[in-house]
């Protein structure tokens, strides 16, 4: 994820931002550099939330901290115009959304994503932000929270962080990668459980041993005559058989501390699409029916979209068991982590005959839910 969450929001709603590029670059010379902003708005309240508007703005001018020095640049785009209007507000330079019929409140897991694309940068390195201004019905103030959006040198890049195994056994290490462009001025650290890491001058870096789940997060500044633009990558590892810690528990009853699994398959579709409704594991098994070399090997392939990253796990299944209607063979295994929110798409190929089957096991209550197509 590269635009990074603001920690002390108000809003009810939950809002996601995408920058595209990421992170965005500032204009050079005579042509123009152009960002697109992508913005998620979910309900993951329990109850609909009776919107009346929320209203999206940066700043505009020549500085560092500006996004654009040309307010009339920028298009709104929507993915439902038949619940809602996402239009440029005619006297701020801002956009706001509203719903089509004013008294229609945002259903409960609901969401709606809005983008503002061709916004003409400026050509100062610096941080920026988006507003997000968050109106409900019946007078209630507006809450708000901002987002950094980096503005970085023309042709500075990073990206592709992501850990060697995203699921290691308790008490063994695994190794983090990304790319990054090397420029004066421009400095990496690694920040993770213990003391911050300076990485600059590496593009790999092996972690301590885990003994519980963890994140880790790359930051980058990158200096231009002292305009500093900071950007965050992060990535995450699950451990398999964690270390417990925890301070006062008091157990009254029943308690449930893994909800049971959920088996599924693709059916007849060769690719589906699903939402996480919390964090989750997704386990997969592929079987062959015969030997399949090369491109005809069935390939079970999982997509997690989050936070503007896609993460690709795949398997292939080449070699049949001794008798392909033997329910204990394993076959080729598969496993994706799945943060809450994610798009999830799932998608099988190969020729040869094959059988798969797929389980979803929720961290928290929530389903894989199918998206239509």
């Known amino acids: 994820m590269g635009v990074r969450r603001p920690e002390d929001s108000t809003c009810v709603l939950t809002y996601t931002v995408d920058t595209d590029p990421a992170p965005i670059q500032v204009s050079q010379g005579t042509t123009p550099a152009t960002a697109t902003l992508r913005i998620t708005v979910t309900n993951h309240q329990q109850t609909p939330v009776p919107v009346e508007e929320v209203r999206f703005s940066y700043p505009v001018g020549s500085g ?25 507000d005619s006297e701020t330079p801002a956009f706001v959304l509203r719903p089509r019929r004013p008294n229609r409140p945002f259903p409960p897991k609901d969401q709606v994503e809005v983008s503002i694309t061709g916004i003409e940068v400026n050509p100062a390195v610096g941080t ?33 962080f992501r850990p060697a195994y995203i699921l290691v056994q308790s ?10 462009t090397s420029r004066p001025g421009a400095t990496y650290t690694m920040l993770h459980d213990g003391e ?8 790999n870096w092996p972690t301590p041993n ?7 997060v790359l930051t980058v500044e990158v200096d231009v005559d002292s305009n500093v633009a900071e950007y965050a990558l992060t990535t995450a590892v699950t451990v398999a058989r964690p270390d ?32 996480a409704e919390t964090d989750g594991l997704l386990t997969g098994q592929l079987v062959t029916e015969e030997d399949a070399p090369g491109d005809d090997a069935p390939t079970l392939t999982v997509t997690i979209s989050a936070g503007g990253t896609d993460r690709l796990t795949s398997v292939q299944a080449r070699h049949a068991p001794p008798d392909p209607e033997d329910p204990r063979f394993p076959g080729s295994r598969l496993t994706a982590v799945v943060p809450r929110g994610a798009r999830v798409r799932i998608g099988r190929s190969g020729t040869a005959p094959s059988r798969h089957l797929l389980s979803w096991l929720p961290f928290g209550t929530g389903e894989l839910k199918p998206v239509d197509s």
């Open 244 to 275: 417990l810690t925890i301070g006062d528990l008091t157990v009254h009853g029943k308690t449930t501390l893994t909800h049971l699994p959920t088996e599924f398959d693709l059916g007849e579709a060769d690719q589906l699409t699903y939402t």
């Open 210 to 216: 885990l003994h519980r789940d963890s994140v880790f």
């Open 171 to 180: 008490g063994s290490s695994t190794e983090l990668t990304w790319r990054g």
């Open 128 to 160: 920026s932000k988006l507003t997000i201004t968050e109106t409900l019905q019946g007078g209630s103030e507006p809450q708000q929270e901002e987002w950094p959006l980096a503005k970085v040198p023309a042709g500075f890049t990073v990206s592709d």
């Open 196 to 203: 911050p890491v300076d990485v600059t001058s590496i593009r």
């Open 64 to 88: 560092s901290g500006d996004l654009t020095a040309k307010p009339d640049s920028g298009v709104p785009g929507l993915d439902d115009s038949k619940q809602w209007v996402f239009e440029r």
